[in-house]
């Protein structure tokens, strides 16, 4: 059926750098576009980045309020999706989840706060 699971989340200062992973299981991987969203509390779902099967240039996407400071990337050798996060704000605060909408799976999510 396929799963997702994040990690990689923590507690980081604002201008500090995190990676998230996303380890994928049960099913290929490498046929499908994946995306990673975020919700912090008390507002909606939000699309942060999504990145095409073949991960090349021209082939991701980027919320305007990420670009320049996130990069999404894929391993599908690995079956491994992940997002480093630099330049960190306190507006990144939320919960990150991976996701493959294809396939509508979804990880547990990991929890990423950007505080002094």
């Known amino acids: 059926q396929g799963q997702l699971v994040e990690s990689g989340g923590g507690l980081v200062q604002p201008g500090g750098s995190l990676r998230l992973s996303c380890a994928a299981s049960g099913f290929d991987f490498s046929m499908y576009i994946m995306t990673w969203f975020r919700q912090a509390p008390g507002k909606d779902r939000e699309l942060v980045a999504e990145?095409?099967?073949?991960?090349?240039?021209?082939?991701?996407y980027y919320v305007d309020s990420v670009k320049g400071r996130f990069t999404i990337s894929r391993d599908n050798a690995k079956n491994m999706l992940y997002l480093q996060m630099n330049s960190l704000k306190p507006e990144d605060t939320a919960v990150y989840y991976c996701?493959?909408?294809?396939?509508?799976?979804w990880g547990q999510g990991t929890q990423v706060t950007v505080s002094s």
């Open positions: 990145i095409n099967f073949n991960g090349g240039g021209g082939n991701t």
């Open positions: 996701n493959c909408r294809s396939r509508n799976i």
